[in-house]
Every structure is written in C-alpha cells, then in structure tokens.
C-alpha cells in the first residue's frame, strides 16, 4: 500500500522548510509515491532528477532536506520515497541529494553534522567512489559512474597518444 502525502507537513521556521511525518514508518515501509506530472529537462532547487535528462518538479517533497546519513531514500525508477530505516512520528524527513543528483543545479555546505559528513553537496560528480558506494543510487547516477569507469581506458589510450 503507498500512503499519501497527506501523512507528511511542511514546517517552516525561520524561512526554512523542513517535511516531517505525521505517523511512524518501519525501515523498507514506503511513505509516499513521488509526483512526476511536470517533467522538465534543466535541474531546478524544487526539481528531482529521474533520470539522464529528466527532472521533476517534486511538489510538497521539495521541502524535503539533505542529510549525509538520511532516514529516506526516493527510488526514481518506482517514483517512491521509501523509509531508509525506522522512523518516528515528527521525525524531519531528509535524503542523501548526491543518490538522484548527478550535478546539482545550486550547490551548498552541508551542515548536516553527520561523522561522514561531505561538506560540499554539488552532486554525485564531485564525489569520489569510497563516499557513493556507500549510499542507494538511483539507477540513472549509477550508470553514469559505471559509464565513466568504463571509459577509463579509452582516455588513458588519448592521453598517451598526445
């Protein structure tokens, strides 16, 4: 069964969002299917990326934050946001932006706090493979990384024939 959006709230504070749970979710539960009415090809700050070139605008879910040790992921191959572990009601929710975004269209500081912490979120790109592989990737970030892996060679070979 998915649940709905009307379990989650935006909280605002300051003039900063946050999307918090109404109810509890046990670790693998999905919280909510992901729009995908209004896809569009450039990033935005509200977009999610779903695929090469595809971005969807991403409704209440845009308020949802990054965290380098987050308690959701969004599975864009399913459209779904799925609890990364147990999750308590009023628990802010928050995802890992590096796992759908490969280059991120306004980047920042993290200041999640957490002790694998990357600093800097601009996307999946600028992260090297020790950090990626220890997060769900959406499929469209992880063909990109194999693709750049398997090109390796073939830039070696162009490098020394210069």
């Not at 649940?3 to 109810?23: A, D």
Request: a negative charge; aromatic letters at 6%; proline letters at 4%.
């Amino acid at each position: 069964m998915v649940s709905t959006m009307e379990t989650l709230t935006i909280r605002t504070e300051n003039k900063f969002r946050t999307l918090v749970t109404k109810q509890s979710y046990k670790k693998g539960e999905v919280i909510c299917a992901m729009p995908s009415e209004n896809i569009v090809d450039k990033p935005t700050r509200f977009t999610v990326q779903i695929a090469k070139d595809k971005h969807t605008h991403v409704g209440k879910l845009a308020a949802l934050n990054h965290s380098c040790d987050p308690n959701v992921i969004l599975d864009t191959e399913n459209m779904l946001m799925i609890a990364r572990r147990d999750i308590e009601k009023g628990e802010e929710l928050s995802f890992f932006y590096p796992a759908t975004e490969w280059e991120m269209q306004a980047p920042f500081i993290c200041l999640c706090g957490s002790t694998n912490c990357i600093q800097v979120v601009a996307g999946a790109r600028f992260l090297p493979l020790s950090t990626l592989e220890s997060h769900y990737l959406s499929k469209h970030v992880r063909e990109t990384v194999i693709e750049l892996l398997e090109n390796t060679e073939l830039h070696l070979k162009k490098l020394q024939e210069l």
